[in-house]
């Protein structure tokens, strides 16, 4: 099974910064790769699809990036909404494996 | 709108067994392919499986945990989605989802969660 290694694990960024969190898969995924949201005692919620495709309603300051094994969530100004756990999924085919999470905390 | 509601959580002991449904409204349940998600106290989301829609195959797929004690199955005739769970461990303690793309072509597309339910809480415990 590919696995899906995300980093960091955790970060803590002021309001404003530029976040990134990265996402590899131990082998080529294509463009299939998600990211999901959790704010606390929240149900996940779709971000991003097709390595980059903004699902409807998701803030503009959210992009993904990356191809193959290499993918990309960046947040482009940190905002206090955004705090939230955040996950890759690979879906190119099952088992559709989500990566370990990044909690994106405010400092 | 779309819908889903889980049920079926509770305590359950070591060794015993649970069927967990997934009531789905607000899109055409027999066209999509559903899956189950879980999510234990603090960790991270575990794919469990999926079944694809009867139109596709009605195949299910599982994770490599499940080993044959997880089954997923669907009744499109209520819109429900199962997970019988058998032979229960202290660590399969967790929320249960269920989720779906809702719908429409999947070959090429793939098969990511526009929606969730908000889940049932599963504790297996002596």
């Known amino acids: 099974d590919i696995q899906m290694t995300q980093s960091p694990s955790s970060l803590s960024a002021s309001v404003g910064d530029r976040v990134t969190i990265t996402c590899r898969a131990g082998q080529g995924i294509s463009k299939f790769l998600a990211w999901y949201q959790q704010k606390p005692g929240k149900v996940p919620n779709l971000l991003i699809y097709a390595t980059s495709t903004l699902q409807s309603g998701v803030p503009s300051r959210f992009s993904g990036s990356g191809s193959g094994t290499d993918f990309t969530l960046t947040i482009s100004s940190l905002q206090p909404e955004d705090v939230a756990t955040y996950y890759c999924q690979k879906y190119n085919s099952a088992p559709l494996t989500f990566g370990g999470g990044t909690k994106v905390e405010i400092k | 709108e779309v819908q889903l509601v889980e049920s079926g959580g509770g305590l359950v002991k070591p060794g015993g067994s649970l069927r967990l449904s997934c009531a789905a409204s607000g899109f055409t349940f027999n066209n999509a392919w559903m899956n189950w998600v879980r999510q234990a106290a603090g960790k991270g989301l575990e794919w469990i499986g999926r079944i694809r829609s009867k139109i596709d195959g009605g195949a299910t797929d599982y994770a490599e945990f499940v080993k044959g004690r997880f089954t997923i199955s669907r009744d499109d005739s209520i819109n429900t989605l199962f997970l019988q769970l058998n032979i229960l461990e202290t660590d399969d303690t967790a929320v249960y989802y269920c989720?779906?793309?809702?719908?429409?072509?999947?070959?090429?597309?793939?098969?990511?969660?526009?929606?969730w339910g908000q889940g049932t809480l599963v504790t297996v415990s002596s």
């Open positions: 989720t779906t793309r809702g719908g429409g072509t999947y070959y090429g597309i793939g098969d990511y969660f526009d929606y």
